[in-house]
Structures are given as structure tokens and as C-alpha cells.
């Protein structure tokens, strides 16, 4: 069995889901697993139709009509005749989202999320499922919540294994094409759950998993895990190899390759786990896998911009030990500051972090009582994996660089 991934980006128009059917003819169909995402932006429009809900009820109606009429554009330009069943399909998925918020009592958010943001993969599934049924492609549509099983932990659900093991091996040894929706699961009371946003890529590794798949695809608009992301490095070049270990690290310093939480199953099962353009399909792309390290061996860069950089001395030159770095932590902790980077000398402590909610100032409010206070805003953090000393000079390069951090394998610098 092989696993498919295809994201929104691939099935955002019309001429996207045509060229799904170009891959699959490429690559062959015989077992495997298509797993789509929502099309295009349609996630994040389903979210602006949940706020609406709860927050401005007079926008509701409208914020659906835009995502309907999105898909029926698409509709028109897959199916010419609209006789076709998958416009009856599409409009009753439609009805059931509008039944769904008329009847609605529950007021948790999360809750509502899920119940409405998951018809963005159900109606993408349905879609693509027809039009390559129409154009000889034979294929079955499943509802992946029958399968994917997680607890009622709305919009980050977690996955009961066993549960997701017995409904999936179900599956095992047909040899039809199946297409299904990324990012869906339900409760023990069959309420739709999501596993978090970009969960598609998850879907797919939870199926390889419970499949003993050999290999998942995951098709991109790129040809694969580049060394650096080339909105910000010019001279971006394509991994050829990457291990599970090395893609986690790439990972943790925010590199954004494939989130952990899908490597995890693939790399217990060691199921290789390939990006790749779908565009090219037959361009190799990357493959992340067992073994060591990255092919070529070449410089990582990561990039996390509008960090903070704080450096704390003690007021009275005593030193900074285990009790106030532990104090120190506790609050990052509960002002929920995001550690990059800590380093520490005698009377001194750096700590380079990401304040996502805003509560830098209460923070410094509550450090400054007790120790001597310096920080900077909008610094950046550059990590380089694998560096050398011609990846530092082109990172330095006449920056004021305010701190750097050297491992064997990984060279830090915050950068003003
Ligand atoms: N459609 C979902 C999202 O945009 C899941 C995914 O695309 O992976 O977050
Ligand atoms: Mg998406």
C-alpha cells in the first residue's frame, strides 16, 4: 500500500485537481490511499464562517455563500453538465454545514470548529473522487471519521490507536483506490474532531501506520525539503535524503519540513516518507528515512524572524544558579514564551525567545524586582545545521550580531 498526500495548494482550481489525475496516471493506482486536504485557502475561510458565528451573525450567511461559490466555480470548470450527481453532492454537503448552525446549541468554540471547518476536506474528497470517477479513474470515497478515532479534545484531537488500528486494517489488502479527507477524526460519539491545523500530512502517516504502507508521498508545489527557505536565502537547494532524526531537529529549530508529530508513526514503523513536486512526479524529490543524517551534506539554514532577546544579571553579582533559573523558567512558562535559545555565564543569563501572545511587558514587569534587566525586540535567530565557516560569514555579513551559540553539529546567532 502506498500513501498520497495532496495538500491544499494542489487541489486549489480546477486545473489542480486535473493535475491529480495527471500524477496518478504517472504513478499508477494500484493500491493506494489518497488523502486531500480542503481546497486552496478554504480551512482559514471556514474559520472566518466560525467566527462569524459566535462573533458577528450577520456576516454568517455571507462568509458561507463565498466558500459555496468557490466550490461551484470549480465545479463548473470539472463538470460541464450540470446534470452531474456530485452538484446534488456538493449542495447537500452545503445544507448540512447551514443545519448543522441552525441547530447548534452547543457554545464551545472548538466544538463548532470542527463540526464546521472539516467540510472543507469532505467536500474537496467529494470532488476530486467524482471528477476521476468521470474520467475513467475508478475509486472509493471513505469518511475517514469511520476510521480515525481520537478523544473530544476539539481541534486538536488525539488519536485512539487502537481503536483507529482495528477500523483501519479493515482496509488492508484491497486493492482499490481510496480517497479520503486529511486532518478529519471523530469521538467516541462520532462528533467530527481535527487534528490540528496542517493535519492532512498526519492523516497520512496514521494510515501508512495502521497499513504497514510502504512509503507516503506527500505532493508539494516545491520539488522537495530544500536547505533553506528561499523567501529569505538565495541559494536554496534540494536535500536529496534526510533521516528521521535530522528532519525532528530541522523541525525543532523551526524549520517548517514535516511537523514531528507526523514523523513519529513513520519512523516507528520506519515507512520512508517522500515530498515531492506535483508538478514532476517523476523528479525524485526528498525522501526522509532511515539512515544517517542529510544527503548531500550540505549547510541547513533556518530562519525564525521577531524573536526577543533578553539578557538577566543578577542585581547584587551573585550568581545565577539552579533557584532562579528555575524561577525564571517557571514564568517564561506561564507567560507562555516560546524558548529558542538559552546561555548562561556566572552572573548572567541570555534567553532568546518567541512572545506569540504578546505579554513581553508583563513579563519584564514582573523580572525586573529582581534581577538587572537588557532586551531587544525583532531580533532574528538564525540556526545553521551542518555549518561551516562560509554559512556563518554570509549570515554575519556586517550584522551586529548580539549573540552565537556553537554545538559540533548546529551554530546559532540572534542578529539585530
Ligand atoms: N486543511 C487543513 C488546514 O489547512 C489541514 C491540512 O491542510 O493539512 O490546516
Ligand atoms: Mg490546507
New binding site residues.
Partial sequence: MRVFKF??ASVKDAEGVRNVLQVLRETGTEQTFLVV??MGK??NAMEAVVRAYFEDKEALSGALAQVEEFHTRILGDLFPAATHPVYTRVRDLFAEVRGFLAWNKSPKYSFVYDQVVGY??LLSTAIVSAYLKAEGLSNTWLDIREYIKTDANYRDGNVDWDRTQEAISELAGTRELFITQ??LGSDENNFTTTLG?????YTAAIIAYCLNAESVTIWKDVPGVLNADPRYFDQASLLHHISYREAIELAFYGASVIHPKTLQPLQRKEIPLHVKSFLNPADPGTVVGKGKGISPEIPCFILKKDQVLMKLSSLDFSFIVEDNISDLFKLLHAHRMKVDLIQNSAISFSVCFDDKYGRLEELLAQLRGRFKVVHHTGVSLYTVRHFDQQAIQSLQNGREVLLEQRGKETVQLVVK
Fill in positions: 495538500g491544499g486536504s480542503a478554504t480551512t472543507g476536506e486529511g486532518f491545523r496542517e493535519g492532512s500530512d
